[in-house]
């Protein structure tokens, strides 16, 4: 028999939508009870004897919730004494529209076996389908269709032949329908909240101390937030002081935890803590928000307790352990951080966001979560009917608000980046999550290349020293196509020697402020990744017209010295040149050119004399207190065709290597002090400030533990003492150490010379510094460039390259764009490392402990450079027993063993996919004692690197 | 528009039966022939109709939308009209053939139920200047026998007749911005006051004399019809000649008077009919296509 149900819908635009739907009613559902002969039930599930202990009734019966009961008893439900119930579709249909959680038990219990709970789809049956009567609402047609169900039930078994006493009890919380029932002639009870479970129980041996906790989770409609105050009493508010605007950072580690980082005036800005959803009040990260200061008295600290929003996938899940949220312990009143609530939203900041979704329990369910990737990102609930194509891939989604009345923000489906795992798929989200900016170059961006076929023109010639006949060469790595330097070393009539640094002129394709420029400072710099590189400028220049290649004409920029033969400089000239190199060599090749006593060609002669210049150079800078340090980097050996990882190896360095760095500080340097003496204001020049003392602690404390000193007063003490640090018997620990030092520098950073005054690089001990020599992968040479040539007279000046707030705008940038640009790279790293590890399988490798933390040991494979945690706490499971002192640093397990900081152990190494979005290389002991459990740090983990 | 050919013999058959007042399946001049209306046979629509005339067969759906009101009457919602010739009405249709008189149909159904004489526009309107009830309003032929028009006037305002439309509030929030608000009660809508609105007479000038409700083949014998819309209350609302032929002005006015008048008539049985069809509720036989 055919029905249908009609109802009316409003649609996301705002339209109204009646939509019609068929609704069969059958006559083949059966009442699954084993008393019933006239039903054709293969198996019942509701049992001839269903005996449930109750002083109410003493017979047999099966009882009927309505949907009130199932919502607000959920927990007695689903005790193993209740037994024989009958689910109707309609509570099941109400329940699941009302509260996802109880749903999801509901269903559970359904699936028990021994509860015998028997799902009746009264809806399609026949006798006991209603349709809504005129002025009858929604809920009133529901209990109406219980009531019909029930009496059905009723009347259907007193026909078995053998029901005896077996009767069917309506359970309903409403006085109301309760009447109604019995009027019926229904069997019914009232359970309340307060009632049933408590002591006049009518059902014995159900547990009575149970509470019911959900009864506020199933009002749907209710409001979860504060409201945000409009923009102009924010403003007012922020004028007279009341509240603070400033940038909303959530914690990564902690969903119930953020800061709000205030610009105060001048450089003290402050940060207020926020605690609990309510006092971040749906604010996203990267936000500016207006934040109201609580009282000192309700100032706290921050809680270190890591909180992942790992809820059951069921779109309304509230947070239950909300309640547990530490009421922040009362720490020391210094811990006390200054705390407040968000008060109104000036500025989102949102953007679409890469992630993975999470599919909803509920099979046909439209909404589901979407778990970013970005820890810092809140769950956003989108709506789509394709959950199970989307499933398993990286997905972008964008954020479309979020209203008072729902935990999560509302988004939807962007874009479908792909499968996850994928290296495409994978390639383009961490460029994406990591700001890079990747899409082709525009039309608008390409319109502004030379025309080709490009040549050097009379008029270049004019203006530009020829520089043709020299014999210059450029040394880089292999498959390198974006040359940007070259050299040349010869013998002057008067004994000294002449040294050229040859630099590609980028800066007379790239005309300042057309859209190429834009694109280009924007960019910031080239991003290389395994197997792949993102050009901060079209191919065309980037791999050919400025491209130092041998044998072809090419323009460049050159600093030529005048040198003796201690490497002293006695002469300093700049110029626009036009070069033709002689040689595209790589480092390996240049050095066996120069170990290679039988070669005496021009070129092998050049090389050496700049070999042994650089020598001295080099003892010079170290003499004066420049650092070496390392950082254990890899490179992949990649399968031409797959573009698979098949072998790691750790970069090696060679003679070559330090002679053209040595040589490029030392253009830097040169250019540095020239462009500083012109532009006093507005030279663009790079700091690397020396890190606090306090940041030495654990490399001090690390080496105390082998009996050896370090100093760090002074860059020079640090590097002599560094030099000095060797064991015996154990040729890595100089190295560790090294790696440890590297962790404790700061950053090196671009700067306006007119918006700082110390302009000291740490690392190269040198009082000034800058960029110069790779014009082709970083904007901040190309800048450096124009301030040279106007230095010189050879190129004209614009006016925002002398604004010092401009340039200091760019250098933020820049110093942006090369973070993240750092940030990827290492993460394209981490990505192949696991793909490396995927093939490999399981590996046993030895490795040095490079930390030592309070629960647990960090572990460095050299041979990989790959670094992971062993963690001696497992979640939920007990640990063994710890110690820690913090003095060694070092770390006792189980009274057995004792692990030092850079002792050798042995561990497994395997790839734990279980997390598909963040997948982790997974490290277990293996010697000297076995079983202990691991994951491996996140890929942005702090990891400063030391970066001329 | 569908059409038959006929000799001359029928023809002047057909109007010397006409000059008596007797029509060729022995009607008089201003009967209509026998009619079959039944209300809401579209489920998925607001309000439908179905009318059969003889053989002519048209069903008429409303669909209800919230859109902006028209700029210039900012308080009253309006209709749409749309007329589909569809090829199943008659062979003629096929492919592009019904649109140039899909389109006509639509203009002149247009021009005499969109008016705020016939049906109250202001009522539709929900929220003025920013929301307004549209009324979509599909007529598909189905089978064309003659008399197209009275056949489609009728079954419009039997299905404004039938027509629903879900009770909406407009709710204001904290913003000042306005939020549409459905009604949980599927029953609680909106009904149209038909009371005033048109049936369409076309008269069929044959020989001297006019009829009404003319089938093809006495259309075949006139050159020219004047179609009036006519209130229940006899008020003219538009007339309009149709065909190639002229008419001189006497028999326009005799026309109109018979058209006022036939007209009359035929709107007082109509509403009964719809007022009792409703008043049955769910015991109402529902007949649908496969009658």
Not at chain 1, 33 to 57: G, H, M, N, Y
Not at chain 1, 165 to 177: G, I, P, W
Not at chain 1, 288 to 309: C, M, Q, T
Not at chain 2, 81 to 107: H, I, K, Q, Y
């Amino acid at each position: 028999m055919l029905k249908s149900k009609t109802f009316v819908k409003k649609t996301r635009s705002g339209g109204v939508l009646k939509i019609v739907r068929e609704h069969y009613l059958r006559d083949d559902i059966w009442c699954g009870s084993e008393v019933c002969t006239e039903c054709k039930d293969d198996s019942p599930v509701l049992q001839r004897d269903a005996f449930i202990q109750s002083r109410l009734c003493t017979y047999p019966h099966y009882l009927i919730p309505d949907t009130n009961v199932v919502l607000h008893q959920i927990d007695i439900l689903e005790d193993p004494v209740m037994r024989n119930v009958v689910i109707l579709q309609t509570v099941l249909q109400e329940v699941r529209h009302r509260s996802a959680p109880v749903y999801k038990r509901i269903k559970d219990a359904i699936h028990e076996k021994e509860k015998h709970f028997y799902t009746f789809t009264n809806e399609h049956h026949r006798e006991t389908f209603v349709e809504r009567e005129q002025g009858e609402s929604a809920n009133d047609r529901n209990d109406r269709a219980i009531r019909v169900a029930a009496l059905w039930y009723n009347q259907h078994l007193r026909k078995a032949p053998c029901a005896g006493e077996l009767r069917v009890v309506l359970l309903t919380n409403d006085q109301a329908n309760k009447e109604k029932a019995t009027e019926d002639g229904l069997l019914a009870y009232r359970c309340t909240a307060r009632r049933f479970p408590s002591a006049q129980s009518p059902w014995q041996g159900v547990n009575h101390g149970r509470q019911i906790s959900l009864l506020n989770e199933i009002t749907g409609g209710r409001v979860l937030f504060p409201e945000h105050l409009p923009l102009s009493r924010i403003q007012t508010g922020i004028k007279n002081g009341t509240f603070l605007q400033g940038t909303f950072r959530a914690n990564r580690d902690n969903y119930l935890e953020a800061t709000v980082f205030v610009h105060g005036e001048g450089e003290d800005g402050t940060e207020v803590l926020l605690q609990g959803l309510q006092n971040l009040n749906r604010a996203v990260h990267q936000d500016i928000v207006a934040v109201e200061l609580f009282p000192r008295e309700r100032w706290a600290a921050p809680s270190a307790a890591v909180l992942e929003d790992d809820h059951a996938n069921d779109e309304d899940a509230e947070e239950e352990e909300a309640e547990k949220v530490p009421c922040v312990v009362r720490k020391k009143t210094s811990m006390l951080k200054p705390t407040g609530r968000v008060v109104g939203i000036i500025k989102r900041n949102w953007r679409p966001f890469c992630g993975m979704l999470t599919q909803s329990q509920i099979k046909e369910a439209t909404r589901h979560l979407f778990t970013p990737a970005d820890r810092h990102i809140p769950r956003i609930r989108i709506e789509t009917r394709q959950a199970s194509a989307l499933v398993g891939h990286r997905i972008i989604v964008a954020i479309d608000g979020w209203p008072r009345n729902s935990r999560y923000p509302n988004g939807h489906f962007v874009r479908n980046l792909g499968g996850a795992g994928d290296k495409e798929t994978e390639t383009e989200v961490l460029l994406l999550e990591h700001d890079v900016p990747h899409q082709p170059f525009s039309k608008a961006v390409l319109s502004f290349l030379p025309r080709m076929p490009w040549a050097i023109t009379e008029e270049d010639l004019k203006v530009r020293a020829d520089l043709r006949h020299l014999c210059v060469c450029s040394v880089d790595p292999p498959g390198c196509t974006d040359i940007d330097d070259a050299l040349h070393c010869r013998e002057l009539d008067n004994g000294n020697l002449e040294v050229g640094v040859h630099i590609a002129d980028v800066s007379h394709f790239i005309r300042p402020g057309n859209a190429l420029d834009q694109e280009a400072a924007n960019r910031g710099t080239t991003v290389y990744l395994c197997g792949k590189r993102i050009d901060m400028v079209p191919e065309l220049l980037s791999s050919d017209l400025c491209s130092l290649r041998s044998n072809v004409d090419r323009l460049a920029f050159s600093c030529v010295w005048e040198m003796n033969r201690n490497a002293e400089i006695i002469r300093t000239h700049f110029t626009k040149s036009v070069i033709n190199s002689k040689a595209s060599l790589t480092y390996a090749e240049a050095q066996m050119r120069i170990d290679d006593a039988t070669m005496n060609d021009d070129i092998t002669n050049s090389l050496r004399g700049l070999n042994a210049l650089a020598k001295i150079l080099k003892g010079r800078r170290i003499e004066k207190g420049a650092l070496t340090l390392s950082s254990p980097e890899v490179r992949f050996h990649m399968d031409s065709e797959t573009h698979d990882p098949i072998d790691l190896q750790t970069k090696e360095l060679k003679d070559t290597n330090s002679m053209v760095e040595e040589f490029m500080l030392l253009a830097n340097i040169s250019v540095a002090q020239k462009i500083y003496e012109e532009f006093s204001e507005c030279a663009l020049l790079r700091k690397h400030p020396a890190p606090p003392l306090s940041n030495y602690d654990i490399l001090v404390k690390a080496a105390k533990s082998r009996d050896l000193e370090i100093h760090t007063d002074s860059a020079k003490a640090l590097a002599d003492s560094l030099n000095a640090a060797v064991l015996g018997g154990f040729p890595y620990f100089n190295t560790l150490l090294r790696i440890l030092a590297t962790r404790c520098m700061m950053q090196a950073i671009y700067f306006c010379s007119g918006m700082d005054s110390d302009f000291r690089h740490y690392g190269l001990a040198s009082p000034i510094y800058t960029h110069f020599t790779s014009p082709i992968r970083r904007y901040s040479d190309i800048i450096v460039h124009r301030l040279l040539a106007v230095a010189i007279n050879a190129d004209g000046t614009y006016p925002d390259l002398m604004d010092k707030h401009k340039q200091s705008t760019l250098c933020n940038n820049l110093n942006y764009r090369h973070k993240m640009a750092q940030y990827a790279q290492r993460a394209s790293v981490a990505f192949h490392t696991q793909l490396f590890f995927k093939n490999k399988g399981i590996l046993n490798e030895e490795g040095f402990i490079l930390f030592v933390r309070k629960n647990a040991i960090i572990i460095l494979i050299a041979k990989f450079g790959l670094e992971g945690t062993v963690f001696f706490k497992n979640k939920g499971k007990p640990g063994p027993k710890l110690s820690f002192d913090s003095e060694g640093p070092s770390l006792t397990v189980e009274d057995q063993h004792t692990f030092h900081m850079f002792d050798k152990v042995k561990v497994t190494v395997t790839l734990d996919a279980s997390n598909i979005q963040h997948q982790k290389i997974r490290m277990a002991l293996v010697e000297p004692i076995a079983g202990v459990s691991v994951a491996w740090p996140e890929p942005a983990a702090k990891k400063p690197k030391l970066d001329r | 528009m569908a059409s038959v050919q006929i000799s001359e013999a029928e023809k002047v058959y057909i109007m010397h039966g006409v000059r008596d007042d007797l029509r060729v399946d022995g009607r008089g001049c201003e009967d209509y022939r026998h009619m079959e209306i039944e209300t809401d046979v579209v489920s998925n629509t607001d309000g439908s109709a179905k009318v059969r005339m003889g053989h002519t067969d048209v069903l008429v759906g409303i669909k209800a939308e919230l859109r902006r009101p028209r700029p210039n009457v900012p308080d009253e919602g309006y209709l749409e009209f749309f007329v589909d010739c569809s090829a199943n009405a008659t062979p003629e249709f096929e492919g592009r053939g019904g649109e140039e008189l899909g389109v006509e149909l639509s203009n002149t159904l247009y021009k005499v139920f969109n008016s705020h004489r016939s049906l109250d526009l202001r009522s539709l309107c929900v929220c003025p200047g920013e929301h307004c009830w549209v009324l979509y309003v599909d007529v598909l032929l189905l089978q064309c026998d003659g008399n197209l028009f009275d056949a489609m006037s009728i079954a419009i305002k039997a299905a404004l007749f039938n027509t629903r439309i879900p009770k909406v509030r407009v709710l204001e929030d904290e913003e000042g911005g306005k939020e549409i608000e459905l009604s949980d009660d599927p029953y609680d809508c909106l009904r149209l006051r038909v009371d005033n609105i048109p049936c369409i007479v076309t008269l069929c000038k044959v020989g001297h004399r006019h009829v009404v409700d003319a089938t093809l083949q006495e259309k075949a014998c006139s050159a020219a019809s004047l179609l009036v819309a006519v209130t229940p209350r006899g008020a003219v609302t538009c007339v309009r000649k149709l065909g190639a032929g002229s008419l001189d002005p006497d028999s326009i006015f005799e026309m109109t008077e018979t058209g006022k008048r036939v007209g009359k008539a035929l709107h007082a049985p109509l509403m009964e009919l719809l007022q009792k069809d409703e008043s049955l509720g769910k015991k109402r036989q529902k007949v649908g296509f496969l009658a």
